[in-house]
């Protein structure tokens, strides 16, 4: 997969039973703080490779100013503990590597691609009018690039220091506008930082969601039952739902019982797949063929 080629019509979400029904029930999902996060070493990655690229970026002189603020942005990203979540979705169906690592006995949830580019909604009310969920850069839908399938160099060159970069902004004689784009300008460093992956993932075809200091008014913090932190992200389902799969084990009985509540629950005429792989290596029975209903 090139950033060339066309986004996928559904992004899939591989889980357990238990939290589908907790997902689809509330109608909120959530996107984990990166200090939690279980590709923590792949963030650092990111911030290493990018640290090493923006180290070696040579410029105008008069970008040097700025380029050593880049380098603290970066490095705080490793040594204090920023407001920054995540959630990783994949465009990968029906994929075996997903089901055993994510959801052995559970559900891959197909959330529409354009939905969630457009964000998740947020708790606090819109004035009329205005758009129902949040379209903030701090909530934004960004494809994972794995090292090795493109240049750091370049994407430091172009993404910091390009003629459309937020750090030409700074070449404005307008003093104030150093202060208000500092933020923007940490925000495009975060993202690029989710989405940097070891090229050994890059089967995955990961998206994800990075919020930067989100509004709690608009996205709630809570904590699951180990106290880490985590933002709680509402959606609609008939609007945000386009598919749901049951994976390859011998739970199946029960994922279709759960959908069948949830399709009653929430109206949704979304399609409903069973996975085409034998479920031998996850422990169940082989589903058999791709199944089109409830």
């Given at each position: 997969?090139?950033?060339?080629d066309?986004?996928?019509?559904?992004?899939?979400?591989y889980t357990?039973l238990?939290?589908f029904?907790?997902?689809?029930?509330?109608?909120?999902?959530?996107a984990?703080?990166?200090?939690g996060?279980?590709?923590?070493?792949?963030?650092?990655?990111?911030?290493?490779g990018?640290l090493d690229a923006l180290?070696?970026?040579?410029?105008?002189?008069s970008?040097?100013?700025?380029?050593?603020r880049l380098?603290a942005e970066?490095e705080s990203f490793?040594?204090?503990?920023?407001?920054?979540?995540?959630?990783?979705l994949?465009?990968?169906?029906?994929?075996?590597?997903?089901?055993?690592k994510?959801?052995?006995?559970g559900?891959?949830?197909?959330?529409d691609?354009?939905a969630v580019?457009e964000?998740?909604?947020?708790?606090e009310?819109?004035p009329?009018?205005?758009?129902?969920?949040?379209?903030d850069?701090?909530?934004?839908?960004m494809?994972?690039?794995?090292?090795?399938?493109?240049?750091?160099?370049s994407l430091?060159?172009?993404?910091?220091?390009g003629?459309?970069?937020?750090v030409?902004?700074?070449?404005?004689?307008w003093k104030l506008?150093?202060?208000?784009?500092?933020?923007a300008l940490?925000?495009a460093?975060?993202?690029?930082?989710?989405t940097?992956?070891?090229e050994s993932?890059?089967?995955e075809?990961?998206?994800r969601?990075?919020?930067?200091?989100?509004n709690?008014?608009?996205?709630p913090?809570?904590?699951?039952?180990?106290?880490r932190?985590y933002?709680?992200?509402?959606?609609d389902p008939?609007?945000?739902?386009?598919?749901?799969?049951v994976?390859?084990?011998?739970n199946?009985?029960a994922?279709?019982d759960?959908?069948?509540?949830?399709?009653?629950?929430?109206?949704?005429?979304c399609?409903v797949y069973t996975?085409?792989h034998d479920?031998?290596?996850n422990?169940?029975?082989d589903?058999?063929l791709l199944?089109?209903?409830?």
């Open positions: 997969m090139s950033l060339a066309p986004p996928p019509p559904v992004l899939y979400h357990s238990e939290a029904r907790a997902i689809m029930r509330t109608c909120r999902i959530r984990t703080h990166y200090l996060f279980a590709d923590r070493e792949e963030l650092r990655f990111g911030v290493n990018l180290r070696r970026y040579r410029g105008d002189p970008t040097r100013a700025l380029q050593g380098l970066l490793v040594t204090t503990d920023l407001d920054v979540y995540v959630l990783s994949t465009g990968e169906v029906d994929s075996p590597w997903h089901w055993s994510y959801a052995r006995r559900v891959a949830i197909g959330f691609f354009k580019g964000g998740f909604q947020t708790d009310p819109r009329v009018g205005a758009p129902g969920v949040d379209r850069p701090s909530n934004r839908l494809r994972c690039r794995y090292a090795g399938s493109f240049d750091l160099q430091v060159a172009e993404r910091f220091f003629p459309n970069s937020y030409a902004a700074f070449a404005s004689p506008a150093h202060e208000i784009m500092w933020n940490a925000v460093v975060y993202q690029v930082i989710c940097i992956k070891r993932f890059q089967d075809r990961e998206w969601v990075v919020h930067i200091n989100p709690r008014d608009e996205y913090l809570r904590r699951d039952e180990k106290d932190p933002l709680s992200m509402r959606f008939p609007q945000y739902v386009k598919e749901l799969w994976g390859p084990h011998d199946q009985a994922c279709y759960a959908i069948a509540e949830v399709v009653d629950a929430n109206g949704l005429g399609k996975s085409k479920a031998v290596a422990g169940g029975l589903p058999g199944k089109t209903g409830v």
